[in-house]
T-cell receptor, first 111, second 120 residues
Framework: AQTVTQSQPEMSVQEAETVTLSCTYDTSENNYYLFWYKQPPSRQMILVIRQEAYKQQNATENRFSVNFQKAAKSFSLKISDSQLGDTAMYFCAFHDYKLSFGAGTTVTVRA | DTAVSQTPKYLVTQMGNDKSIKCEQNLGHDTMYWYKQDSKKFLKIMFSYNNKELIINETVPNRFSPKSPDKAHLNLHINSLELGDSAVYFC???????????????????FGPGTRLTVL
């Protein structure tokens, strides 16, 4: 069974600064997919970024980037130049045959 | 344009009642999912359908019955509602079964706005 661990329940960051969210997962599979989803107070689940395990290059989407360390089974998310609209709960998710989510990290961006 | 929609957004009902939540996607996707998010925000898959065929059933009580009348719709019917069923239910869809698109991103799941179910 795969598990996804997000060890930081809450994080706070000043506007325009950088914050990094950690995620580790456990699997014996070699091919799988990893995702970060964002859930703002509106409750909508929004895809932030995805990474295929067979790709060595780290995925980037504008101010969002990941540090994927396959051997360490680590998949952290970096938010650069944080904006007030980034305030949300962030979920790391692992997929082989189904999507399994971590417990989430609440990110608060301070003005 | 709404991609994945759910109705209703809020549902308050009494224990023992039967209720349905509807989901529709206008993305032309082949695969649809139901997830449950509990009060601690933990999100877990319940069901997945591909081309109207059930492909994932994650040990959900048989009081929950998904129904897919066509590829664009996946409804969730819940019989004999219990207090523990109170949660937010999300529908999602993807073009292909996640993990099968060969990295084309066609298997990314897109979520609906959620339905908050409160059982009194």
């Amino acid at each position: 069974a795969q598990t996804v661990t997000q060890s930081q329940p809450e994080m706070s960051v000043q506007e325009a600064e950088t914050v990094t969210l950690s995620c580790t997962y456990d699997t014996s599979e070699n091919n799988y997919y990893l995702f970060w989803y964002k859930q703002p107070p509106s409750r909508q689940m929004i895809l932030v970024i995805r990474q295929e395990a067979y790709k060595q290059q780290n995925a980037t989407e504008n101010r969002f980037s990941v540090n994927f360390q396959k051997a360490a089974k680590s998949f952290s998310l970096k938010i650069s130049d944080s904006q007030l609209g980034d305030t949300a709960m962030y979920f790391c998710a692992f997929h082989d045959y189904k999507l399994s989510f971590g417990a989430g990290t609440t990110v608060t961006v301070r003005a | 344009d709404t991609a994945v929609s759910q109705t209703p957004k809020y549902l308050v009902t009494q224990m023992g009642n039967d209720k349905s939540i509807k989901c529709e996607q206008n993305l032309g996707h082949d695969t649809m999912y139901w997830y449950k998010q509990d009060s601690k925000k933990f999100l877990k898959i319940m069901f997945s359908y591909n081309n109207k065929e059930l492909i994932i059933n994650e040990t959900v009580p048989n009081r929950f019955s998904p129904k897919s009348p066509d590829k664009a719709h996946l409804n969730l019917h819940i019989n004999s509602l219990e207090l523990g069923d109170s949660a937010v239910y999300f529908c999602a869809s993807s073009q292909a079964i996640t993990g099968t698109s060969g990295g084309t991103e066609g298997d990314t799941q897109y979520f609906g706005p959620g339905t908050r179910l409160t059982v009194l």
